[in-house]
């Protein structure tokens, strides 16, 4: 049977992971990228793989911010890889008695849900942070199996595996739109009259989607959460071993 030939439009963290994994099952791949692989939102991001701040969110997102987070630590196994996913832990510091209250409640509803959490008390919060100020009282949520990821890193690395596995790459090229023929897909215009042909075509053109598919007519809910009042940037300190959010 002859190989698939899939495109994959955009190589942000998504679309290099998707790459990867279907070169490396056989498919004949070839990833088309506007700019430098990596260079889109994944080289903005937080990047911080938890769950614990997902716990008031839907079930399905926490369940999906779950295994999302079990999964950075199996591919970094398969992978054998130390430069792209951090297991650093995270622990996030009550200062305040009704701080602490909710934090409680917090590990214990973590806990209840099988999600690996444990408050920790000064002594402990000192040991992963040595260089901590903190009032006596202070209470932490300890979090070990959470981390960061080099975004740019990881996906440059894996676009490199999918390479290996024969995926071709064409950086700084801008795939205009989807191809049909009959309402069936060919593949993705690069440039007027210039296509690259496929069978499949995905589109992991991360927050430019609504703007690629809008000449398809398809519309994908994607929502803009950046607004005046909004927390559009978040503020993080890698230290010592451990990860600190907001
Ligand atoms: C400030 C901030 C903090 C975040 N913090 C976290 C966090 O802590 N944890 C977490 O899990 N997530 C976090 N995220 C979200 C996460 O970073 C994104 O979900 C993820 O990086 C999106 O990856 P992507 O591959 O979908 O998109 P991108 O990385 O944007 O990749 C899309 C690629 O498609 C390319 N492209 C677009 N249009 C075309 C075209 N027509 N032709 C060819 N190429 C095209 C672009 O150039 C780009 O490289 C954060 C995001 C931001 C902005």
Request: charge should be positive; proline fraction near 4%.
């Given at each position: 049977m002859a190989r698939p030939r899939i495109l994959v439009i955009g190589a942000g963290i998504i679309g290099t992971s998707i790459a990867?994994?279907?070169?490396?099952?056989?498919?004949?791949?070839?990833v088309i990228e506007a700019g430098q692989p990596g260079a889109g939102t994944t080289?903005?991001?937080?990047?911080?793989?938890?769950?614990?701040?997902?716990?008031?969110?839907?079930?399905?997102?926490?369940?999906?911010?779950?295994?999302?987070?079990?999964?950075?630590?199996?591919?970094?196994d398969a992978l054998g890889e130390t430069r792209y996913f951090f297991p650093s832990g995270h622990i996030e510091i009550s200062r305040?008695?009704?701080?602490?209250?909710?934090?409680r409640s917090k590990v214990a509803r973590l806990q209840k849900s099988g999600y690996c959490a444990q408050l920790i008390g000064v002594?402990?919060?000192?040991?992963?942070?040595?260089g901590i100020r903190l009032p006596a009282t202070a209470v932490a949520a300890s979090y070990p199996d959470e981390g960061w990821v080099d975004g740019p890193a990881m996906a440059r690395g894996l676009l490199e595996r999918a390479r290996g596995?024969?995926?071709?790459?064409?950086?700084?090229?801008?795939?205009?739109?989807?191809?049909l023929r009959?309402?069936?897909?060919?593949?993705?215009?690069?440039?007027?009259?210039?296509?690259?042909?496929?069978?499949?075509?995905?589109?992991?053109?991360?927050?430019?989607?609504?703007?690629?598919?809008?000449?398809?007519?398809?519309?994908?809910?994607?929502?803009?959460?950046?607004g005046k009042d909004s927390q559009a940037v978040g503020v993080l300190v890698y230290r010592g071993e451990g990860l600190h959010a907001p």
């Amino acid at each position: 049977m002859a190989r698939p030939r899939i495109l994959v439009i955009g190589a942000g963290i998504i679309g290099t992971s998707i790459a990867w994994r279907l070169a490396s099952r056989g498919a004949s791949v070839t990833v088309i990228e506007a700019g430098q692989p990596g260079a889109g939102t994944t080289d903005t991001s937080l990047a911080w793989v938890n769950a614990s701040s997902k716990l008031d969110s839907s079930r399905e997102y926490f369940d999906l911010a779950v295994r999302a987070t079990a999964e950075h630590h199996t591919l970094a196994d398969a992978l054998g890889e130390t430069r792209y996913f951090f297991p650093s832990g995270h622990i996030e510091i009550s200062r305040e008695s009704g701080e602490a209250d909710r934090l409680r409640s917090k590990v214990a509803r973590l806990q209840k849900s099988g999600y690996c959490a444990q408050l920790i008390g000064v002594r402990d919060i000192r040991r992963l942070e040595p260089g901590i100020r903190l009032p006596a009282t202070a209470v932490a949520a300890s979090y070990p199996d959470e981390g960061w990821v080099d975004g740019p890193a990881m996906a440059r690395g894996l676009l490199e595996r999918a390479r290996g596995s024969g995926a071709k790459v064409l950086s700084h090229t801008t795939a205009t739109h989807v191809a049909l023929r009959d309402d069936v897909v060919t593949g993705a215009h690069v440039a007027p009259g210039k296509l690259v042909g496929a069978d499949t075509v995905v589109i992991a053109t991360g927050r430019w989607t609504q703007d690629f598919l809008a000449r398809l007519r398809v519309d994908v809910p994607l929502t803009d959460v950046a607004g005046k009042d909004s927390q559009a940037v978040g503020v993080l300190v890698y230290r010592g071993e451990g990860l600190h959010a907001p």
